[in-house]
């Protein structure tokens, strides 16, 4: 996509991408213990306040941009080219049926850099929403704790257009969560909205995940991303170094793309 203006995404950078990792929470939780106190933590360090799945006043222009991660700097090889095009195709609602995506990889391959794409790629007038899997872990189990799951649902249901969540591996042992999130899903793709999942292997690789939820990922448009090859390996080497302002000598990139495999 070409260049975009800080208010034409409401792209969410969540805030507890590395908070602490919270018990699930099941629905046979009584809901009486009281939501951690104290001041959001924008690093999302321990003892920050519930993780927030909202944007709200001038916070969506700095979400907008808060992402390098983009479509434009995406290097683009045969590994790749059926995940790339797509989330691109997703993000600009290019394709009516395409309502739900699951990208797979090993880590490092490039799924978090377009999942993260999509979110400043979407419309003008979309409201697009990112998490990890441990984020909304965190913020469901923050809702039930403080009796807010209907404000919860709201904001991942019903104030979203686009959602998407990386990593949802991560969610293995978290059967509350797990269905949650299936509801969630469900609910978004069957109001005509998109979603977009991210995790490691094949849904069917996935067997420490809950039978519902390892449906959904397979009845997905499933867009797998391979290790790059050497001539993919070398363009992502000078792409990188380039954008660091750093020209490397011919002999240098051809001996890290030797030693390296992803």
């Given at each position: 996509g070409g260049a975009r203006g800080p208010t034409t995404v409401a792209?969410?950078?969540d805030c507890a991408t590395?908070?602490?990792?919270?018990?699930?929470?099941?629905g046979t939780a009584d809901g009486t213990t009281a939501a951690p106190a104290?001041?959001?933590?924008?690093?999302?360090?321990?003892?920050?306040?519930?993780?927030?799945?909202?944007?709200?006043?001038?916070?969506?222009?700095?979400?907008?941009t808060a992402f390098e991660q983009?479509?434009?700097?995406?290097?683009?090889?045969?590994?790749?080219?059926?995940?790339?095009?797509?989330?691109?195709?997703?993000a600009t609602a290019r394709h009516d049926g395409l309502r739900l995506l699951y990208?797979?990889?090993?880590?490092?391959?490039?799924?978090?850099?377009l999942a993260r794409a999509v979110c400043g790629e979407v419309g003008p007038s979309e409201r697009a929403r990112y998490a990890t899997a441990e984020a909304f872990t965190n913020a469901f189990t923050a809702a039930v704790k403080a009796r807010k799951m209907e404000a919860f649902k709201q904001r991942v249901r019903e104030r979203c257009d686009v959602l998407v969540i990386d990593d949802?591996?991560?969610l293995a042992g978290k059967p509350g969560t797990q269905l949650e999130l299936f509801h969630?899903?469900?609910?978004?793709?069957?109001?005509?909205?998109?979603?977009?999942?991210?995790?490691?292997r094949p849904a069917r690789e996935l067997t420490e995940l809950e039978p519902q939820l390892r449906g959904l990922l397979a009845s997905a448009f499933v867009a797998p991303i391979d290790p790059p090859d050497e001539a993919l390996r070398r363009e992502?080497?000078?792409?990188?170094?380039?954008?660091?302002?750093?020209?490397?000598p011919t002999a240098c990139v051809d001996l890290l793309v030797e030693s390296l495999s992803g």
């Open positions: 792209a969410e950078c590395h908070a602490r990792r919270n018990s699930d929470v099941d104290g001041r959001a933590d924008r690093g999302g360090g321990v003892g920050a306040q519930a993780p927030r799945l909202a944007l709200r006043g001038d916070e969506r222009a700095r979400a907008a983009r479509f434009d700097n995406f290097v683009v090889g045969p590994s790749n080219a059926l995940a790339r095009e797509a989330a691109f195709a997703l990208l797979h990889a090993e880590p490092g391959m490039g799924k978090t850099h949802v591996p991560f969630t899903v469900q609910h978004l793709v069957d109001a005509g909205r998109r979603v977009v999942l991210t995790g490691d992502i080497l000078r792409a990188k170094a380039a954008a660091g302002g750093v020209r490397l």
